[in-house]
């Protein structure tokens, strides 16, 4: 076959005969362009192998060939259109017949007139197609039987050889619609008209969409067939021909099998790494990796150490068996408590920080280190104005064992204290769970986070490194599909990849995988860098709500001033209460005669100077009076 345009090849393509593989012989290359222009292919190199899979038309361009003037159809345009046989226009009815005889052609043929026709019958519409099936008499007259319409509605018309009008033949066959035109080869180039546009002959010139596949290209190629490249069909001589197309592992999670799969990695994601195992370095181009399938079961659990300087982060998988044992949690807030409480399962705390009330609502009460709480549930409490969301709780005597017991019926009778939820205070659970756990019982009849303590390591995973930890914090679960893989080199060793974040690109290849010798052993705890560690932690998760918000402080701003500064004077009048009898100034009468003859050391007043009690009374003022405190405790009475 010899070199065409994509677009004249396309034109003449049989949809039936795809897929159909062409040789670019002329490339083209748009400079500035990325290869794609609104998802279409614009660059191709000479030499280039492409597999057409699919053609589609997108839109006709319909142009007059007298003006040049342009319009678009869409492939769904409804009207009708018939072709001109030859640029040729007839006068009268008589000179189209004699014409029609002249060349030999046999009726029935097909014309149509540029001006209305008048009969008794019907009006004829401008350029509608008629087709003369005879010259006979009618009435003592030469006419011309005609029939207008199609098989359902066929209308005969007999018009004079003597009628008028600009008359013009058309192909023979009945009016085609606008993808029987385009279809039909026998028109291709032809002159057509369409009563329901405006202008009396035209060209359809059709734009299609080529889908098709090219070598190392991942997606599907979309190439304009009006792009300026020839091409020729060499579908015979490349049967050999296979073209390779890329896949990343999310398509290959999204469809499912078959598995076994054995690949090769064409490209790996840039960027940091996500694990800090010894697999990660294997994963370079080149690899031949066997996917065995969707990893089982697909939740996950991170988890940071305890007790280190440089915490560590883990991804357990849910399949790990190593054995937990729990450990007292941490709750730096109100609100922390009431996330942790579960319905039937009592949390008792001790608080670590000392707590003063800000406030003065009934019910909030300070907290000191060492108070034993049990939490009861959440609750409402009347602020000064607005409501507050607040934790119920009751302090727990400091006895333990009977005699706790024996407090419990006087616990009954006291009030629940309050805690806005807000309160960043500190409280360690206080807990006597000896047992061991799972970690998908665990996780099912504890809430997260939880501390834990590894004391069994997984048996299946023998370089298992949670078990050297003192502690572990279990954060959240997530759910996440992961693939199982393995290195071609080594196929009885697994490990898990998330193709949510760490997408290979790879390509299928030939060969069976390598058969492991027993079950496969996958690994179920995989350390986490930090970078991606904060990255998980960063993505919401379901059903969870926001902490409360503090209450601004100028809503309570002047109540609290009220109360501070009534505070300072009741401490300051207890304080002066309670120092009274060894003030400094109850020993003023003994000093002067100690020191009757050492006016070096105190003098007595001169006559000209006042007595000191009669200046106005300042706090800190030193008053002669030996009774004057006398007034204050007075003054402090009448206050209470």
């Known amino acids: ?74 492939p769904n345009f409804q009207g009708l259109f018939s072709p001109l046989t030859s640029p040729q226009s007839y006068g009268t009815l008589e000179e189209l017949i004699s014409a029609t005889i002249q060349s030999s052609k046999q009726l029935p043929i097909w014309f149509m007139s540029t001006h209305r026709i008048d009969t008794k019958a019907r009006v004829v519409p401008q350029e509608q197609p008629l087709m003369l099936e ?34 013009w033949v058309l192909e023979t066959g009945a009016p085609r619609t606008l993808l029987q035109a385009l279809r039909d080869p026998a028109l291709k180039g032809l002159l057509l008209t369409c009563p329901t546009l405006p202008w009396r002959s035209l060209i359809l010139k059709p734009e299609y969409e080529v889908q098709a596949i090219m070598h190392m290209r991942r997606t599907v190629v979309k190439i304009p ?27 290959v999670l999204a469809r499912g099998g078959p598995y076994p799969l054995t690949t090769e990695i064409l490209e790996v994601p840039v960027g940091p790494a996500i694990f800090l195992s010894s697999w990660m370095g294997s994963l370079q181009k080149g690899q031949r990796l066997c996917i065995y399938g969707l990893a089982s079961p697909p939740w996950r659990v991170m988890a940071s150490t305890k007790g280190r300087k440089v915490p560590r982060y883990f991804m357990v998988s849910g399949a790990y068996e190593g054995k937990l044992r729990r450990r007292p949690r941490e709750f730096p807030t109100a609100y922390d408590l009431l996330d942790a409480l579960q319905p039937g399962q009592p949390l008792r705390v001790v608080t670590t920080k000392d707590y003063e009330v800000e406030m003065e609502i009934p019910g909030f009460i300070s907290l000191a280190v060492g108070d034993r709480l049990e939490v009861l549930g959440p609750g409402h409490a009347h602020g000064v104005h607005s409501d507050i969301d607040i934790l119920l709780c009751h302090r727990l005597s400091d006895l333990a ?72 914090r279990l954060e959240e679960r997530i759910v996440e599909p992961f693939l199982v893989v393995s290195l071609d080199s080594e196929p009885g060793m697994c490990f898990e990849i998330p193709p949510q974040w760490f997408d290979l690109t790879v390509v299928e290849t030939e060969g069976q995988p390598g058969q492991p010798g027993g079950p496969l052993r996958i690994a179920t705890v ?67 005669k100690d020191t009757k003859n050492k006016p070096d050391i105190y003098s007595k007043p001169t006559k000209g100077s006042k007595p000191t009690k009669s200046h106005p009374r300042e706090p800190d003022d030193d008053d002669d009076d030996e ?6 405790v007075e003054d402090f009475r009448k206050t209470l």
């Open 1 to 74: 076959m010899e070199p065409v345009s994509l677009q004249d090849f396309v034109c003449a393509l049989d949809p039936a005969s795809l897929p159909r593989v062409l040789k670019v012989c002329s490339g083209v290359y748009f400079q500035g362009s990325v290869y794609e222009i609104s998802g279409n292919e614009c660059c191709l190199s000479t030499g280039d192998l492409i597999k057409v899979t699919q053609v589609q038309l997108q839109k006709v361009v319909c142009k007059n060939p007298g003006t040049g003037q342009t319009m678009e159809l869409n």
């Open 134 to 167: 005879a010259v006979e008499m009618y009435l003592g007259t030469c006419s011309a039987r005609c029939v207008l319409g199609k098989e359902a509605q066929m209308v005969t018309l007999r018009l004079p050889l003597s009628q008028k009008g600009t008359f």
């Open 225 to 251: 067939s009006t792009l300026e490249v020839d091409v020729e069909d060499v579908t015979a001589s490349s049967q050999h021909v296979d073209f390779i197309q890329p896949l990343l592992l999310s398509e």
């Open 401 to 472: 064992g009977e005699e706790e017991e024996e407090c419990e019926k006087e616990a009954e009778d006291r009030e629940p204290i309050m805690l806005p939820l807000y309160y960043a205070g500190s409280f360690v659970e206080e807990m006597n769970d000896g047992r061991r756990y799972r970690l998908a019982d665990l996780t099912v009849q504890f809430s997260l986070p939880c501390e834990v303590k590894v004391v069994a390591k997984d048996s299946s995973h023998p370089a298992d490194p949670l078990p050297s930890f003192s502690g572990l």
């Open 526 to 592: 995989e350390e986490l860098s930090d970078a991606f560690y904060y990255h998980l932690r960063k993505l919401p998760v379901e059903n969870q709500t926001p902490p409360p918000r503090p209450p601004k402080r100028q809503a309570f701003g002047e109540p609290k001033k009220q109360s501070c500064k009534e505070r300072s004077i009741q401490s300051s009048q207890v304080s002066e209460l309670q120092q009274a009898p060894v003030l400094p100034r109850l020993k003023m009468n003994t000093l002067p």
């Open 627 to 632: 009774h004057d405190y006398e007034e204050v």
